[in-house]
T-cell receptor, first 114, second 107 residues
Framework: DVKVTQSSRYLVKRTGEKVFLECVQD?????MFWYRQDPGLGLRLIYF???????EKGDIPEGYSVSREKKERFSLILESASTNQTSMYLC?????????????FGPGTRLLVL | GIQVEQSPPDLILQEGANSTLRCNFS?????LQWFHQNPWGQLINLFY???GTKQNGRLSATTVATERYSLLYISSSQTTDSGVYFC?????????FGKGTRLHILP
């Protein structure tokens, strides 16, 4: 089975802290994605990556950065956390050029910024 | 860009009831997926259904691509069906999600 894991299920941070959210997939997928999910807004794409060291901005990249040093790992970084970044963060991976049904999601990280 | 709209936004039903969730999209697509997000946050693939009809137990889905909508049917609802249902389409190798339908099944 495809496995996408995220480093934390729940995280509480203070305003101004630097926050790292880690995502690891074990299926050798080239494509990896970070979304945030907020009530009534669905899932919105923050950043994605099609290869190691490659990154592309999604729809809401402001306040975030990413790192992809290894194929299996895609990190989301909040340089200086703010309360409006309190959200559920979901990581996903998918083989390139494949349909949606091959996209697999991690369990999510619920981040609370105080 | 393409718009994906889901209705209703919220639905509360008694256990055993049937429900229909709708997904409208603003442009032609050749990839459409229904997901269920359980109360613990995990997103699970339900149906990959760019066109036609599929069934899996109490759940079925129909997509009429020419009319740009898809329907998810849940029959004889159970409390474990609670959660958020998303439809999503693929455009330029990026997945675009609707805002979801939150379903509450009461015991």
């Amino acid at each position: 089975d495809v496995k996408v894991t995220q480093s934390s299920r729940y995280l509480v941070k203070r305003t101004g802290e630097k926050v790292f959210l880690e995502c690891v997939q074990d299926m050798d997928h080239e494509n990896m994605f970070w979304y945030r999910q907020d009530p009534g807004l669905g899932l919105r794409l923050i950043y994605f990556s099609y290869d190691v060291k490659m990154k592309e901005k999604g729809d809401i990249p402001e306040g975030y950065s990413v790192s992809r040093e290894k194929k299996e790992r895609f990190s989301l970084i909040l340089e200086s956390a703010s309360t409006n970044q309190t959200s559920m963060y979901l990581c996903a991976s998918r083989p390139p050029g494949q349909s949606i049904e091959t996209q697999y999601f991690g369990p999510g990280t619920r981040l609370l910024v105080l | 860009g393409i718009q994906v709209e889901q209705s209703p936004p919220d639905l509360i039903l008694q256990e055993g009831a049937n429900s229909t969730l709708r997904c409208n999209f603003s442009d032609s697509v050749n990839n459409l997926q229904w997901f269920h997000q359980n109360p613990w946050g995990q997103l699970i693939n339900l149906f990959y259904i760019p066109s036609g009809t599929k069934q899996n137990g109490r759940l079925s889905a129909t997509t009429v691509a020419t009319e740009r909508y898809s329907l998810l049917y849940i029959s004889s609802s159970q409390t474990t069906d609670s959660g958020v249902y998303f439809c999503a389409v693929l455009r330029d190798d990026k997945i675009i999600f609707g805002k979801g339908t939150r379903l509450h099944i009461l015991p």
